[in-house]
């Protein structure tokens, strides 16, 4: 519940550690006050009641000081919100009214017709902010041009240093900072979906280190094309506003009566550094966005780069009885399994067993499965399809397509139109029946190309396919999720183009990326932590030299304690692993699943970043504490520095289980623990246990 002064005009919203404050003025301007260390309601009404600035005509004092920048009036800045309707554009709002409670804050406007609610959250526990936006239109159609989720407020500082993940295919969430200069940045994907070039995530910063200092960051729930744009104002303050969508040129049409709501832009203040942020984030996910997040995730063993499109029951069962002689608990069946599709040219679309490969279907497959203790997993790539495939031929007016237009294929196939209810119907129908006729625990949801043809001929606002694409996709998990509640989903887009908070809050973990070197994913996985918990971060261990990447040799032991660091899977040829390969494997699998409570519930220390020679990392839950040891390359013999640990009991003592030696907390946290690596792309677990 949020303070609230006496005239009802300054709210208030405090966490354990921070405070949110807003003010509205008689003339209807609602003003951010304060994002940072918690503070009182007097604080923030001492705020409200310093003056705006007066400036010369060429500045507005509501610039850098609006908690939600409309489009038109004395403003200067990127609106938050646009629209277009009976004849003119913008808004200029009156003040209606608020209602708070449960940790929320509504406040209520109204321009014309148009009922515009911003909403705040503070989840119990946790110092994230969710705001959204929710427009509800009373009077004659509008056309919304814009409605970002919120615009964030920052301080007046001399310098702010920005953070972002950026990065392509087979190389995502990689972590770049740079000096926010004055002007704007402005990230985004443009694609249809959230894109590996960048994480709907940002971070901002003045003089923070990994373990000191103030951290703000934002972070959109959302899955389709959005954009988030940061921007150093004159007066030295920053505004971040974000929201669906890539550009301004349309979302959506509001007829009357008709209502929109946009996705979640969650902000944090910490003051723990970037791994105090990390963590916080962490925690929010768990706790308040991941399904079922209390319950740990499987070992998986995935057939893809075993198997590619090159599949068959027999060969499946063979996999499935090594998998499982490792410690595996869920075997996944990737692509290839079902319609035509024995390459990527068919049958993305027909979703039925392939009758050559599984002639009885996946049910005595999965029994097969089942019966080794396994549970049974499926990869689908529901909405694309091959145009060779029976649904295309079906349905070819199925697809995104501008009319008399070439329709572009990536990787020989379309995008389906899932703004359309015939084909909304269409793939819950058949993904309704396909999770009904055989035992499936598990559902790996693919997505392999960017929407290029973003049109739908006759529908008289094709604009708004973008965002009814990402409703209708978060629509079919959630009904087949209420449907099959004993099934779970793993959301995937060519590795990590689909990792979100939005998507996040309908699967159980994501791909990360389909670069499985053990050492390039050192860096996809340090970027991936700023935001995301190693609870949802699958990574396997594959073949060595990696096949589909850069051909570089690891030892298994290396492989292995990269991928643990979240949730491990297994995705090499166990048919061509050697006796010896198989039984160490089976040992690290053991391993994995002892600290695998700490791994995936735990607190996350980055100790040292992947660019140097030496990289670590820590989880620590209750009186446990893991640690996962990297070297890439030892240079003149020089023994490897010790690694200062962290989040441990100065006054207690860990014994380390690896080798009975027991050590003072105060002494690793500033002396630091040796681990024993020596050469080239080494790798340890250190296992400490208080005493
Ligand atoms: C892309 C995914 O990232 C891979 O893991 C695999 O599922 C392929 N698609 C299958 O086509």
Redesign the pocket.
């Known amino acids: 519940m949020p303070d609230i002064s006496e005239d009802g005009r300054t709210w208030v919203l405090s966490g354990p550690a921070s405070s949110y404050a807003v003010h509205i003025t008689e003339r209807d301007e609602l003003l951010h006050l304060h994002w940072g260390p918690r503070i009182a309601l007097a604080d923030a009404e001492a705020l409200a009641a310093r003056p705006l600035p007066d400036h010369w005509p060429f500045e507005s004092s509501l610039d850098g000081r609006e908690e939600y920048p409309v489009e038109g009036g004395p403003r200067f800045t990127r609106p938050a919100l646009s629209v277009r309707g009976a004849g003119r554009r913008g808004t200029e709002w009156v003040y209606e009214g608020h209602e708070a409670g449960d940790g929320g804050l509504r406040l209520r406007f109204r321009d014309g017709g148009l009922l515009i609610t911003l909403h705040y959250r503070m989840p119990p526990a946790t110092d994230v902010v969710e705001r959204w936006v929710s427009l509800d239109n009373r009077g004659p159609a509008v056309e919304v041009l814009r409605a970002d989720s919120a615009t964030w407020t920052l301080p007046e500082r001399d310098t702010w240093r920005l953070s972002q993940l950026h990065g392509r295919w087979g190389a995502e969430s990689r972590l770049a900072r740079s000096e926010l200069t004055p002007g704007e940045k402005v990230v985004g994907s443009r694609r249809g979906h959230t894109s590996h070039q960048h994480l709907p995530w940002v971070a901002l910063d003045t003089d923070a280190t990994e373990e000191r200092g103030e951290v703000y960051g934002c972070a959109l729930g959302w899955s389709g094309s959005w954009r988030i744009a940061v921007a150093r104002l004159p007066d030295a303050r920053v505004q971040i506003t974000g929201g669906a969508g890539h550009d301004d040129s349309g979302l959506l049409t509001l007829g009357p009566g008709e209502a929109y709501t946009t996705p979640v832009f969650a902000g944090l203040w910490n003051d723990g550094g970037f791994g105090g942020a990390s963590r916080a984030w962490h925690a929010y996910q768990r706790d308040h966005v991941v399904p079922d997040a209390g319950r740990d995730r499987p070992v998986l063993f ?1 057939s ?1 780069e075993a198997t590619g499109f090159d599949i068959s029951e027999e060969q499946q069962r063979a996999l499935a009885e090594r998998a499982a002689a490792l410690g595996v608990e869920l075997f996944v069946v ?2 290839g399994w079902f319609g035509a599709r024995t390459g ?1 040219r068919a049958g993305l679309g027909d979703w039925t067993p392939n009758p050559d490969r599984f002639p009885g279907g996946l049910g005595p497959l999965a029994r097969h499965v089942h019966g080794l203790g396994m549970r049974f997993g499926i ?1 689908v ?1 529901p909405e694309m399809v091959n145009p060779d495939s029976e649904l295309y031929r079906a349905h070819p007016d199925w697809v995104q397509h501008q009319p008399g237009r070439k329709r572009t294929e990536f990787r020989n196939q379309l995008v389906l139109n899932l703004a359309r209810e015939d084909v909304r119907e269409y793939l819950w129908e058949r993904l309704d029946r396909l999770l009904s006729s055989a035992p499936v625990d598990y559902v ?1 949801w ?1 997505f ?1 190309r960017c929407f290029t043809d973003a049109g739908w001929p006759d529908d008289p606002y094709p604009q708004r396919l973008w965002v009814d694409h990402v409703r209708a996709l978060y629509a079919l998990l959630d009904r087949l999720r209420a449907a099959h509640p004993g099934v779970a989903f793993e959301s ?4 990590g183009g689909r990792v979100d908070l939005g998507v996040l809050s309908r699967t159980d973990q994501v ?1 990360t990326s ?1 670069n499985t070197d053990p050492l390039d994913r050192l860096a996809i996985q340090h970027g991936f932590s700023q935001i995301h918990p190693a609870r949802v971060m699958a990574a396997w261990v594959t073949d060595s030299p990696n096949a589909m990447l850069n051909h570089r040799s690891s030892s298994l032991r290396f492989r292995f304690v990269s991928a643990m660091a979240g949730v491990l899977g297994i995705g090499g040829d166990l048919t061509r692993w050697t006796r010896e390969e198989l039984a160490e494997a089976g040992d690290w699998v053991r391993l994995y699943k002892e600290i695998r409570p700490v791994v995936q519930r735990g607190d996350l220390y980055r100790l040292r970043p992947p660019e140097g020679g030496l990289s670590a990392v820590q989880y620590v839950l209750g009186d446990e504490a893991v640690v996962l040891a990297w070297l890439q390359a030892q240079r003149y013999g020089e023994p490897v520095p010790a690694l200062r640990l962290r989040g441990l009991d100065p006054a207690a003592t860990y014994e380390c289980l690896e080798t009975g030696e027991v050590h003072r907390g105060g002494v690793l946290l500033h002396h630091g623990l040796r681990v024993g690596l020596c050469g080239d792309l080494d790798a340890a677990v250190v296992r400490l246990k208080r005493k």
């Open positions: 995935n893809w990737d692509d990527d990869w790539e790996k693919d392999n995937c887009s060519g590795g791909w389909d």
